[in-house]
């Protein structure tokens, strides 16, 4: 399988608790997003990479977020001091070029307690 | 900021209809796409837009991207029982630069066998 994976699937930790998810990208693929999706709305735009570069960042990206691709290919996101406002399913994509079709993973799941 | 208004938030069809779906905006974008998300799952690209007016088709799918840039709709022929999911519009604003996609909140699509 080619697509873009994502672990772990779900995750539920407690209140205050840190947590970081892992995306992997399509192959040659070097644009790299983050989204968050809570329910009943769409995806929301967090942060992304082209090759190892972060060069957007959303203002709902707070300093408790932080996202990294240090070697422009796969990439983690770290929530610290996590509050329950951040459960959320936690989407990643990639695409090749700047056309702009991201392909997305199946997500990560996130319940905080 | 840019928001997209889709409609209908619902529908629920037999076997066999056709569907239309829309969406708009008070602000121009310069790439539309639309994506299917099943429950659990990350969203799923069906069809890319990139001019205005461009009319594109993708099996039993057709969208069509405004001639204004603020609008796009999307059409599901002979529905099937698979058709069932949420599907998503997004849109790329033109801020120089800037690759992130602004979700719809989504319309829910139920198909009766």
Same mark, same amino acid.
């Given at each position: 399988?080619?697509?873009?994976?994502?672990?772990?699937?779900?995750?539920?930790?407690?209140?205050?608790?840190?947590?970081? %998810?892992?995306?992997?990208?399509?192959?040659?693929?070097?644009?790299? /997003?983050?989204?968050?999706?809570?329910?009943?709305?769409?995806?929301? %735009? !967090?942060?992304?990479?082209?090759?190892?570069?972060?060069?957007?960042?959303?203002? !709902?990206?707070?300093?408790?977020?932080?996202?990294?691709?240090?070697?422009?290919? %796969?990439?983690?996101?770290?929530?610290?001091?996590?509050?329950?406002?951040?459960?959320?399913?936690?989407?990643?994509?990639?695409? /090749?070029?700047? /056309?702009?079709?991201?392909?997305?993973?199946?997500?990560?799941?996130?319940?905080?307690? | 900021?840019?928001?997209?208004?889709?409609?209908?938030? +619902?529908?629920?069809?037999?076997?066999?209809?056709?569907?239309?779906?829309?969406?708009?905006?008070?602000?121009?974008?310069?790439?539309?796409?639309?994506? &299917?998300?099943?429950?659990?799952?990350?969203?799923?690209?069906?069809?890319?837009?990139? &001019?205005?007016?461009?009319?594109? +088709?993708?099996?039993?799918?057709?969208?069509?991207?405004?001639?204004?840039?603020?609008?796009?709709?999307?059409?599901? +022929?002979?529905?099937?029982?698979?058709?069932?999911?949420?599907?998503?519009?997004?849109?790329?604003?033109?801020?120089?630069?800037?690759? &992130?996609?602004?979700?719809? &909140?989504?319309?829910?699509?139920?198909?009766?066998?």
């Amino acid at each position: 399988d080619t697509g873009v994976s994502q672990n772990p699937r779900h995750k539920i930790t407690k209140r205050g608790q840190n947590v970081t %998810f892992r995306c992997d990208p399509i192959s040659e693929h070097n644009r790299l /997003y983050w989204y968050r999706q809570t329910l009943g709305q769409g995806p929301e %735009f !967090l942060t992304y990479f082209q090759n190892e570069a972060q060069l957007e960042k959303s203002r !709902l990206l707070s300093d408790r977020f932080s996202a990294e691709r240090p070697k422009g290919s %796969f990439s983690t996101l770290e929530i610290q001091r996590t509050e329950q406002g951040d459960s959320a399913m936690y989407l990643c994509a990639s695409s /090749y070029n700047s /056309y702009n079709e991201q392909f997305f993973g199946p997500g990560t799941r996130l319940t905080v307690l | 900021g840019q928001q997209l208004n889709q409609s209908p938030q +619902s529908m629920f069809i037999q076997e066999g209809e056709d569907v239309s779906m829309n969406c708009t905006s008070s602000s121009i974008f310069n790439t539309w796409l639309w994506y &299917k998300q099943d429950p659990g799952e990350g969203p799923v690209l069906l069809i890319a837009l990139y &001019k205005a007016g461009e009319l594109t +088709s993708n099996g039993r799918l057709t969208a069509q991207f405004g001639i204004t840039r603020k609008d796009s709709f999307l059409n599901i +022929s002979a529905s099937i029982p698979s058709d069932v999911g949420i599907y998503f519009c997004a849109g790329q604003p033109p801020q120089g630069g800037s690759e &992130k996609l602004v979700f719809g &909140k989504g319309t829910k699509l139920t198909v009766n066998p």
